[in-house]
């Protein structure tokens, strides 16, 4: 099948589900999905997710609900992914990674009829981390595995759930849904997470532009990014499947399982963020030859370093670079196949031809070459709006329908695009978005904190870590007691890495924090240290 034919293929289709269906009756023994040594039809896996299907359906679920799944990336994730979408519901990740806090908030926004929930993982015990949300939070019916079959047979016992309660949502949204795949959380411009909702026409037009720019005939993709990803939907789920390809699942990343998974079970698609292949490429088994059989490898998420670079160039396949948000279903520009290394490091490649996006200055007109704007998109690929949030759509959007990315870019002569900060102040961390702000209202939660301003430095491991700046209300504190503080109440990855101690904040001429000022500064602050101390007095 020609990319011609395929995208016109896919355009026919309503949701993303359908990618199982069809591939079910065109190719029922091959391989859709790999886990720990055990593998799915087409035909065996849809079956499973036609019996989840209409197990949700008898119990209530309908088209517009939401549910729920708190899980590693294994394959109940894709099952209940796709039962969710055969039934018309919306699908949303939760991230084994996040406090009872967290979770709780993402319930209480999006009200799902379903909680689904692998019981543990590793020690730790997911329905004891759903319990701890219950004294303050209204829980929907709670569903918990250990296995594809009892996920299936699960959703067959649970019964009938309560009816919804009175929907309050604006008329925005109550539209939004109807197209809805999936509702994946991002930063947002108030440092309070939003709720973007995803489509299914832009998450498979993106998967058809992927198979088109990365993938062989039949991808087989190595699957290891967050449930709640919009990477682990679109790039290395969706991607794979629109093609008739396999997924091959890894519930948690190390170096040394993901070389051996990549060579052992044949995966021929790469992608990963940079900070996953910092990681591999420094691991003691990391062979290039072993790898050679790859078609291709992409990194996204951020930028990889040269050394990182160099060493993934020894295996000796296209070598790409890949650029997207949560806002534009995953990936918007790819580079060249013959992109050098200078494109790797320092671009994003070129906006696909299939999409609209452009660089605009603060007036909405297309930049000249070389010219910095805000890259802005818009068309089918994106994102429907910000669950509940009227306003915050609205915001999102220029008067004539651009997207604003909040990404600073300019396009050098030979086309490619390159990234020269962000209006926004959003870090990047390993392929994790962490807003500031989010991290701030914890620090300043705390009596002995007078100011806080968040900011990312660059990281040879993640691109860039969280590192907080800091004033003294009163007394100084200990830096123990500050993480412990961040670690109870965020996930890991947004838990500063160090804690920088200033006497005053450089202002501007409106009186607020000069954040590029401090940005700029921060490295060269003395660290807060395991013992209280007094505040060392820093120039500016």
Excluded at 428 to 435: D, R, T
Excluded at 491 to 506: E, G, I, T
Aim: net charge negative.
């Amino acid at each position: 099948m020609t990319f011609t034919d395929l995208m016109t293929e896919v355009a026919s289709w309503s949701r993303i589900d359908e990618a199982l269906s069809i591939h079910a009756r065109r190719t029922p023994d091959a391989v859709a999905a790999s886990f720990e040594g055990r593998h799915w039809s087409w035909a065996e896996f849809n079956a499973l997710v036609e019996k989840a299907a209409q197990a949700l359906m008898a119990a209530g679920v309908a088209p517009g609900d939401r549910v729920a799944l708190l899980s590693t990336p294994r394959p109940e994730y894709l099952l209940v992914l796709m039962a969710v979408s055969r039934v018309g519901a919306v699908y949303v990740g939760l991230n084994p990674r996040y406090t009872a806090n967290e979770v709780a908030e993402i319930v209480e926004r999006v009200r799902p009829r379903l909680l689904i929930t692998l019981r543990a993982f590793e020690g730790q015990d997911f329905l004891a981390l759903i319990d701890a949300m219950a004294g303050n939070t209204a829980l929907p019916e709670v569903v918990s595995f250990d296995s594809m079959e009892g996920c299936a047979d699960g959703l067959q016992v649970i019964g009938c759930l309560p009816p919804p309660a009175p929907d309050s949502l604006d008329p925005q949204t109550r539209s939004a849904l109807s197209d809805t795949a999936a509702i994946v959380f991002t930063s947002g411009t108030t440092g309070r997470p939003k709720a973007a909702m995803l489509t299914h026409r832009g998450l498979l037009h993106a998967a058809v532009v992927q198979h088109l720019r990365l993938n062989p005939a039949v991808p087989r993709i190595l699957c290891n990014l967050p449930i709640n990803h919009v990477g682990c939907l679109m790039n290395l789920t969706l991607a794979g499947l629109v093609g008739g390809g396999s997924v091959v699942f890894l519930q948690r990343f190390s170096a040394a399982h993901t070389l051996k998974l990549i060579h052992d079970e044949h995966v021929n698609c790469w992608l990963q963020v940079p900070a996953m292949y910092h990681e591999c490429v420094r691991d003691a088994t990391f062979d290039p030859k072993a790898l050679g059989h790859l078609h291709s490898i992409c990194i996204g998420g951020g930028a990889a370093s040269a050394q990182t670079i160099a060493k993934l160039r020894e295996i000796g396949v296209p070598l790409f670079v890949e650029y997207g948000q949560t806002e534009t279903s995953s990936s918007a520009a790819y580079s060249d196949a013959d992109a050098d290394d200078d494109v790797l490091s320092q671009c994003i490649g070129r906006f696909d031809p299939h999409f609209e996006f452009r660089i605009a200055d603060k007036d909405g007109q297309p930049c000249a070459m070389g010219e910095m704007g805000e890259i802005q998109g818009r068309g089918k690929l994106i994102f429907a709006g910000y669950y509940g949030d009227p306003q915050a759509t609205r915001d999102a959007f220029t008067s004539d329908g651009w997207l604003h990315t909040g990404d600073l870019a300019l396009q050098r002569p030979d086309g490619n695009v390159m990234i020269q900060g962000r209006l926004k102040e959003m870090i990047k961390s390993g392929g994790y978005n962490v807003y500031p702000r989010e991290v701030e209202l914890v620090l300043e939660s705390h009596p002995g904190i007078g100011q806080v301003v968040v900011v990312g430095l660059p990281d040879e491991r993640y691109g860039e870590a969280v590192h907080a700046v800091i004033t003294w209300r009163g007394e100084a504190v200990g830096r123990e007691e500050l993480i412990a503080l961040c670690r109870n109440r965020l996930a890991n990855y947004k838990v500063p890495k160090s804690l920088r101690v200033v006497d005053a904040f450089p202002l501007l001429p409106n009186g607020k924090i000069n954040r590029v000022e401090t940005r700029e500064m921060a490295a060269g602050l003395p660290e807060l240290g395991p013992a209280p101390r007094t505040c060392r007095t820093q120039t500016h």
